[in-house]
């Protein structure tokens, strides 16, 4: 996707997401700051965006791509926006009716009245061929 006469590119982005630049035939995969850094544009050559918290409005992050030519000059940019969404399996952990986010049972199991976690109820049989 990149332009025509773009040998280079540089990546900025926002605090709260992490970027990594994977270049093909190199195991080692480098995360790129923030900005200033310049990779050169090969074939293969992979970003990774990640988020580790969830955004607190749509949008509030954003990864930008600059394309440049041999001789530095910036060409065209690319860029995306970003909105992490935050994912919880919350449980009635200790059993009271009550479902908390942050239960320290919601880590552990135990059998029995007096037993905490959650009760999974699995579909083990076969609806279908």
């Not at 709260?16 to 700051?33: K, L």
């Not at 530095?72 to 860029?79: D, H, L, S, T, V």
């Amino acid at each position: 996707a990149a332009p025509a006469g773009a040998v280079s590119f540089g990546v900025k982005h926002t605090e709260g997401v992490s970027v990594e630049v994977a270049c093909q035939g190199q195991t080692e995969v480098r995360s790129a700051p923030s900005s200033g850094t310049r990779w050169p544009l090969d074939e293969g050559t992979v970003l990774r965006f990640s988020m580790n918290r969830a955004s607190t409005e749509v949008n509030d992050n954003k990864v930008t791509v600059s394309f440049y030519t041999e001789g530095g000059q910036p060409i065209n940019q690319a860029g995306v926006f970003l909105t992490g969404i935050g994912i919880s399996l919350d449980v009635d952990a200790d059993r009271d009716g009550v479902v908390e986010k942050n239960n320290p049972n919601k880590a552990s199991w135990t059998w029995g009245p007096e037993g905490h976690g959650a009760v999974l109820l699995v579909s083990c049989d076969k609806e279908s061929p």
